[in-house]
């Protein structure tokens, strides 16, 4: 049964936010991974000691070893925004991530936010303190997920 709700709450968000194309900015990894963002999104672009630093418009900056970068290019790519208006519902962003995702709206001073898998199943359980707090999800394997917190579910994709 959850996993019926969960899917159909998936649908539900699909439609009222539709992913955007446009010009991104894409970081290959040695290993094969890539690190994907809009370039309007992107706040600053920098280099410490022996680090690339990406900071982003919201979220936390991402640092990528200089050592392991094969390739940075411009390319297009495919995401989901954050939305322009704050409607007082739970906000999930960047969507799609790599590394983190920001979650915005959360109410009270210690929110239970779950992450399940596709499958239903409970991968991911952390404490919240305060309206916005930045989880890692580097350890997930990339997927579609979805996150629950205050009674709402909102869905993101690990690349």
Same mark, same amino acid.
């Given at each position: 049964?959850?996993?019926?709700?969960?899917?159909?709450?998936?649908?539900?968000?699909?439609?009222? /936010?539709?992913?955007?194309? $446009?010009?991104?900015?894409?970081?290959?990894? /040695? =290993?094969?991974?890539?690190?994907?963002?809009?370039?309007?999104? @992107?706040?600053?672009?920098?280099?410490?000691?022996?680090?690339? @630093?990406?900071?982003?418009?919201?979220?936390?900056?991402?640092?990528? $070893?200089?050592?392991?970068?094969?390739?940075?290019?411009?390319?297009?790519?495919?995401?989901?925004?954050?939305?322009?208006?704050?409607?007082? /519902?739970?906000?999930?962003?960047? =969507?799609?991530?790599?590394?983190?995702?920001?979650?915005?709206?959360?109410? $009270?001073?210690?929110?239970?936010?779950?992450?399940?898998?596709?499958?239903?199943?409970?991968?991911?359980?952390?404490?919240?303190?305060?309206?916005?707090?930045?989880?890692?999800?580097?350890?997930?394997?990339?997927?579609?997920?979805?996150?629950?917190? =205050? $009674?709402?579910?909102?869905?993101?994709?690990?690349?």
């Amino acid at each position: 049964m959850i996993v019926r709700t969960t899917l159909l709450l998936s649908l539900l968000y699909l439609a009222v /936010h539709s992913p955007v194309t $446009g010009q991104g900015l894409i970081i290959r990894m /040695h =290993n094969g991974s890539e690190s994907q963002m809009l370039i309007s999104s @992107v706040q600053k672009l920098s280099f410490a000691v022996d680090q690339l @630093v990406l900071t982003p418009k919201t979220g936390t900056p991402e640092t990528f $070893g200089l050592a392991d970068i094969q390739k940075l290019y411009f390319g297009a790519v495919t995401a989901v925004p954050e939305p322009l208006t704050d409607n007082g /519902h739970l906000t999930v962003f960047p =969507n799609p991530s790599e590394k983190a995702i920001t979650i915005r709206n959360l109410t $009270g001073n210690y929110c239970p936010v779950k992450i399940f898998g596709i499958d239903g199943r409970l991968v991911q359980e952390v404490t919240c303190v305060g309206d916005i707090q930045t989880i890692d999800i580097s350890t997930l394997q990339s997927g579609i997920y979805f996150l629950s917190a =205050n $009674g709402e579910t909102a869905k993101f994709i690990k690349l």
